[in-house]
């Protein structure tokens, strides 16, 4: 950790809440959908879809109310009811108007770092709606700029660095996935602290052969200074 420079935040399930509402939305989807299906095969559709079109729509609320909207239409075998479609579209307004929740520790964490490195959020998911999230969150003048990257593979942390002009072992990120935010990180030779979120996406879950022990894991995000 001597040789860090730059510390990049995760903004999702890192900084503030975020899967929550995907969870509460697809809950939300299940019951509008219950006549045309049960709840089990509605929330695997609508993964199957939604994970299908992460290629063309990306990561963010938009692509997913899209996924709902398309899921809902094959499953009701294009008989849905026009005001289905209107309240899927209505919960990704809700979802892209919540509040902002701040995760326990996150501004305490950010006045410690701010003036001994460079801070960074290195996050992905849709551009407007993440610079609109920073700009609501009250912390947005903690980093010295937001990189919103279409995913979060190796080759997209090596255009990051590259970016940053630095070493990758002078770049320390840390987030909630261990898929997006850690295991990338170790490949290229930089560093990575996981804060585990008590909800993870499916998609970001990864199997026990995937973990190793390059990384540190903590409970809660102010127990990352110890560490540096």
């Given at each position: 950790m001597t040789k860090i420079k730059v510390i990049a935040f995760d903004a999702d399930d890192t900084l503030w809440v975020n899967e929550t509402f995907f969870r509460n939305a697809e809950k939300e989807f299940a019951k509008l959908l219950s006549g045309y299906e049960t709840e089990n095969k509605i929330h695997q559709e609508l993964y199957k879809k939604h994970i299908d079109n992460l290629a063309i729509y990306g990561y963010g609320i938009k692509g997913f109310v899209l996924s709902m909207i398309e899921t809902a239409v094959e499953l009701s075998n294009y008989k849905i009811n026009q005001k289905i479609i209107e309240r899927i579209l209505e919960i990704g307004k809700e979802m892209l108007e919540e509040p902002i929740d701040l995760l326990d520790g996150v501004v305490e964490i950010l006045q410690e770092l701010q003036g001994k490195y460079k801070i960074i959020v290195a996050t992905k998911g849709d551009l407007l709606d993440q610079e609109r999230k920073l700009e609501k969150s009250g912390i947005l003048q903690y980093f010295h700029h937001t990189e919103?990257?279409?995913?979060?593979?190796?080759?997209?942390?090596?255009?990051?660095?590259?970016?940053?002009?630095?070493?990758?072992?002078?770049?320390?990120?840390?987030?909630?996935?261990?898929?997006?935010?850690?295991?990338?990180?170790?490949?290229?030779?930089?560093?990575?602290?996981?804060v585990p979120f008590h909800t993870t996406w499916i998609h970001e879950q990864v199997s026990n052969q995937q973990k190793n022990d390059s990384y540190k894991t903590v409970s809660k995000i102010t127990d990352i200074l110890p560490l540096l």
């Open positions: 919103v990257m279409s995913d979060k593979k190796i080759a997209d942390y090596l255009k990051l660095i590259k970016r940053l002009e630095i070493h990758p072992s002078e770049l320390l990120m840390i987030g909630n996935s261990l898929k997006s935010d850690v295991l990338p990180l170790l490949e290229i030779g930089a560093s990575a602290i996981h």
